[in-house]
């Protein structure tokens, strides 16, 4: 959600397309304001909400809600966000990736994201899975945790981007620079806080011991970022005092979002980390939407005369339910129920009783992030449709 070489929804601003943003016309305020909650202007009111759940409910019985709330709404939410990226990259995957549509740096993102990556990742987690190793599971296990924050900060710097240019802003190289310098560096800062000596942590069953995280690396990663934020906060200054009032409320929300609360300071409060996932899925979701509207308008004329916007949204929109359920309940469930043994061997008791959902769930996530790197690049043609 970028100019430098990996992206997230929003990458795909070119700066030639931006010229006459200005002269369009202005969002409603409802609309306005709706984007706003949904890029993650909703986040600051879950805090306010929260703290009048524990207040009125006491924090046992908000937590038991909001958790039940959350945990279910994964299903139409979540786990769609993770879908429809599949139903995006490989939609006619092969002209993509072999064909003469696109660049030949393109096609090559293309081929590795799309068969490279997801064939070492499953023999990754085959091979954990043959030899039942939790060491092995764990260690992709804590790739997927190390490129979640990545993926997190990248679609905050790209919606950050897009929302500036659907508003007529542009960012010179060195402005768009500070703001992925300080993207980077609370990407860096929260993986390398709290300080681990290496733990033994359990996740999704599988019993492993963490990486070492020394204090030196999060005390020098958070320098970094305090450093980064001051740097961002004087290139935006002087860009408000060179070109005057910046229409960029929203998107420097949608950024300081997905850094601030939803990677660095996610468990500042007990009620919204619960959400965390949900907001950024949202904030993801907004932008296939804004992807697949651009398209579908256009291609509702001539000389396509294909069917309504409205209706490939839909259609997109079950696909992606669809797939999710399939992909993080229907297949883990039916693999670990068939291939499991009910009384687990003490060989296998560290990958717990459901090894097959762990494996397929870190799989999806890490692919996600890879496949995003190359449907929201700004090299990627159909991303002119996010300037629509």
Sequence with gaps: MSASPTAAPGAATRDVALGST???????????????????????????????LRRSLGLGASELAVGFVFFHAAFVVNDPHFAVTYCLFYRAFAARAFGGASGAPLRARYVLAGIAVPLGLAVWAVA??????????????????LLVGWHYVKQGFGVMIVLAARRGVRFARGERIALLAHAFAGWAYAWASPADPGTEVEEKGVVFTTVLHP???????????LATACALVVVLARKWRREGWLPVVTP??????????????????????????ALHSVQYLYFVWLLRRGEGREREGPPWFEPAAASRLAMLAASALGLGWILFHGAPSLLDDVLVPRRLPAAQAALGPTPYFAALYTFVNIHHFVMDSVIWRRENPETRYLLA
């Design 215 to 225: 204090v030196w690396l999060e005390r020098t990663t958070h320098a970094v970022f």
């Design 252 to 277: 420097l929300t949608a950024l300081l979002c997905s850094i601030w609360s939803w990677s660095i300071y996610s468990s500042i409060d007990p009620l919204v980390v619960y959400a965390i996932p």
């Design 128 to 145: 954990a899975l043959a030899t039942k190793s939790a060491t092995s599971l764990g260690l992709l296990v804590q790739l997927m945790f």
């Design 22 to 52: 200005r002269d369009r016309p202005r969002a409603s305020p409802a609309s306005a304001l709706v984007e706003f909650l949904l890029v993650g202007g909703a986040t600051p009111l879950l805090f306010a909400l929260s703290w009048w």
